[in-house]
């Protein structure tokens, strides 16, 4: 089977269930940026990260595929998925993996640049994409996104910030604060 099928010659690319799409529409961009947010976890697992965010972010881009996979469908379509979508429950895994990773880490006293190690760089970078397919996700203007997606990106930014510090304090790298100029 040739990789290249010439569909898409046009701009335009075809949901799950049928539909062709300009390749610049809202849902597109939405389920392209989840596809991107995959990725770049992917290069932060790259880094080596320690056991606890290794296992987490494997099963967080089984999730991020699963959410592509529903917004490339045609609205009202997903059941011809025939799959799990993502739920309530995985949303509340990822509040207990938060949960976990915050033990030991200093309170928070001021925002946290994206710095230290190359690993809690890796994944600051993820968050600002996951944050970013949150927003393309709600701009999709054709169907609402399901509210489960949407809190699971929420849930998934705020995970990666946490093991972005949960890296540097287990390799014994403080977090960069952020400090105003005074200039």
Partial sequence: MRIYTKTGDDGTTGLFGGARVKKASARVEAYGTVDELNSVIGVA??????????????RAQVDLFTIGAELACVPGKEEKLQMKLIGEPDALALEKSIDDAEVGLAPLKTFVLPGGTPQACA????????????RAVLAIDDAEPRR????????LSDLLFTLARRENHD?????????PRND
């Fill in 171 to 179: 390799r014994g790298v403080s977090d960069v604060p952020w400090v």
């Fill in 45 to 58: 697992r790259a880094t080596k990260l320690g056991t606890h965010a290794e296992t987490i972010l494997a």
């Fill in 123 to 134: 994944l600051h970078l993820a968050r600002t994409v996951c944050r970013r397919a949150e």
């Fill in 148 to 155: 489960e997606v949407v809190v699971y990106l929420n849930r």
